[in-house]
């Protein structure tokens, strides 16, 4: 296969996009996953000239519960936009949702740049201002297991994002090693560590710099990052209340009717 045309692709997607076509099935099986992560940023790069606002990103496909869910090996990152962005205790209305489900995160908020092909977690600690326990709200818009590169290309399912209050972090903050409890209905469903996400969240931050490095870019600070589930993923449903409660970090809470 030749060359990529990604400006064609990228036009060939938004036209889909708004016949309501996340996942152009002409395009299954014919994307790498470098051309994929392009035509993502170029979609979202359309839609910030139409007024929305990028304010961050996702890292995601982070723990081995996720990979081993999802039949894949390496994380992927997608964008975070203004929109997005809900504060705990949101209500979702589920019919405006395709398909929701949910991922419990530690969102961090950068207080520095990070860039470069060889950062690692100890720069990322250091560019680190704020953590919130959080969640991603996330839409199945097409079978993402059967054709990663086109779910990846549709902003690796990025919905929406509920923050709980933010924690400064202080040096004897262990990310690795808070413990998560995870609700659904006021019933426990599942539990799990910081350390599930690439061994510390800080690594998929540090993951997150390097990989935007290949595509000349880099993480700016006041930039938010969603750093991967602690746990598998979970539908959602009309009257669902959820809550995570992450020691140290706090709780972060979300209901849809």
């Known amino acids: 296969m030749g060359t990529l045309d990604i400006d064609a692709a990228v036009a ?3 036209r889909a996009r708004e016949q309501g076509i996340f996942f152009p099935p002409a395009w299954s099986g014919r994307l790498s996953l470098e051309d994929a992560f392009r035509i993502q940023l170029g979609l979202i790069a359309r839609r ?14 982070t723990s081995e519960a996720i990979q081993q869910q999802f039949g894949v090996h390496e994380p992927v990152f997608g964008c975070l936009l203004e929109a997005g962005v809900k504060r705990t205790g949101e209500v979702f209305r589920t019919a405006d949702l395709i398909k929701p489900g949910f991922e419990n995160e530690i969102c961090m908020r950068l207080g520095g740049d990070l860039a470069g092909p060889d950062v690692d977690g100890a720069a990322a600690r250091q ?18 297991t059967k054709d990663l590169p086109l779910a990846i290309a549709d902003n690796a399912q990025q919905k929406a994002i509920v923050l709980g209050a933010e924690t400064r972090p202080g040096a004897d903050l262990d990310l690795a090693a808070i413990p998560v409890a995870v609700e659904i209905g006021g019933k426990e469903v599942a539990s799990g560590r910081g350390d599930a996400v690439l061994g510390n969240p800080l690594n998929s931050l540090a993951w997150l710099a390097r990989k935007l490095h290949e595509f000349g870019r880099g993480l700016k600070a006041g930039e938010l990052v969603m ?3 602690f746990t598998r993923q979970f539908p959602l449903a009309k009257g669902d209340r959820i809550r995570a409660c992450f020691s140290r970090l706090g709780a972060v809470e979300a209901s849809f009717v």
């Not at 606002?53 to 496909?61: A, D, M």
């Not at 959080?134 to 199945?140: D, Q, S």
């Open 12 to 14: 060939e997607f938004w």
């Open 48 to 61: 910030e000239a139409l007024g929305e606002r990028r304010i961050g990103w996702k890292v995601g496909l």
């Open 127 to 144: 560019a680190l201002a704020a953590c919130y326990p959080a969640f991603e709200i996330i839409e199945t818009r097409g079978d993402f």
């Open 227 to 229: 750093t991967g589930s």
